[in-house]
């Protein structure tokens, strides 16, 4: 099956195979071609140019793409789209005047969610989170990762895998998959934390490796959750079973989770709401991403990731939803992209490489996905007529998008 795209007003984010991230200054600069055709041969792209250059070929399919901007789909690589129910009262709570951490406090929060989750059948959690994945679906996510970490038991955290592998053997986006059993101590372990501990070495680690659940781990490095010690000790024994790390750290405090994570090589650090100086010393020189999940300062309004500052100091920066049902019940990352611009001071290049090469590279595919270069996969936006990608962030909340291709198919 072959596919053609012609007649492009503008192919953003072109790149040659070997560009895995763009750091610092270089996030400025988004490559494109004007007036440009892209040929996809089954599920990959297999050519690209101007139209001048626009081969004579039998293709299955033409698209013309006038007045229209084509763009890789977005990699969000930081999502909890696997749970169950809501947590629409909290959010009320919020509003009358409660802080996220006194929500947490009494019971609500983590502990809340975890506690549906376990009272919801596998079947029905995967018919809940599927919905999610086909809306960020429509929305132009072409790759996303999905955590666990409303289970916090052995069965719970099993049950959420296992729907975050049926939807990757279900769904034509990739799908990593990342074990968060360290996301909060359950009620029974509040003064037991090395018992919560050793049951996730223990017990649940063993199981998920035998099982083949997932390849990255993860833990909410925070004060009044995981201390960086035992983020370490869970890091240590993820990487015994081959699992890498991508950590949550910084959301509310800076307490030394980066230094941390960048010693065991994890291949990002996410939130970073807080970030000190020498966070930043930390990130330098390291093979790291940063990931700001600008959506979630926008919904607790707390800080946003200080990306000027970072960009500033050399380092890449990755933009993804943290979708999830208490700090960000979103997963547009169209928003995100908007919010990076208009909150954070990203220019428009800058906030596309951060959703694209830089998301995949945080979700270890930056070899097949994130940017148009031959031989990725042809995971594509195609824009409505508009007329510049600064229409993206701009308009930002309209639905610019008019068709999605995963793989080379048209999927909206
Ligand atoms: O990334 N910060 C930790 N975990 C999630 C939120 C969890 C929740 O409130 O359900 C986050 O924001
Ligand atoms: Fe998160």
Known sequence: MITL????????????SNIKKVSGKEMATLPTIKNAFLVIENEYITNFGTMDNCPKINADKTIDATGKIVL????????????????????????????YEEIANRGGGILNSAKKLNETSEEEIYNQSKVRLEEVMQLGTGAVEIKSGYGLTVEGELKMLRVIKKLAENYPIKIKATFLGAHAFPTEYKDNHSGYIDLI????????????????????????????????????????????????????????????????????????????????????????????????????????????????????????????????????????????????????????????INGAYAMGISDTHGSITIGKKANLIITKPITSYYQLPYAFGSNLIENVMIEGKIIY
């Not at 800076?254 to 020498?278: C, F, N, P, R």
Request: proline share 5%; hydrophobic share 40%; glycine share 6%.
């Open 5 to 16: 795209i012609t007649n492009i007003k503008e192919l953003l984010q072109i790149r040659e």
């Open 201 to 356: 070495i223990n017990e649940m680690l063993p199981k998920i490796a035998q099982e083949n659940l997932a390849e990255y781990i993860d833990v909410f490095c925070e004060t009044g959750y995981f201390s960086v010690e035992e983020t370490e000790k869970i890091m240590e024994a993820g990487k015994k079973y081959g699992l890498i790390s991508k950590i949550h750290v910084n959301q509310f405090n800076a307490i030394g989770g980066i230094a941390a994570s960048v010693k065991h090589k994890a291949l990002s650090v996410d939130h970073l709401e807080i970030v000190t100086d020498e966070d930043i010393e930390a990130l330098k020189n390291s093979e790291t991403m940063p990931v700001a999940l600008p959506s979630c300062s926008y919904f607790l309004s707390i800080p946003y990731t200080p990306a000027r500052k970072m960009l500033q100091a050399g380092l890449p920066l990755a933009l993804a939803t943290d979708f999830n049902p208490g700090s960000t019940p979103s997963g547009n990352m169209n928003f995100v992209v908007a919010t990076a611009c208009i909150k954070m001071k990203m220019t428009p290049e800058e906030a596309i490489n951060a959703a694209t």
């Open 72 to 99: 890789p789909t977005w990699c969000d690589s930081h999502t909890h789209i696997v749970y169950a129910g809501n947590r629409e009262s909290e959010f009320v709570d919020r509003i009358n005047g409660l802080s």
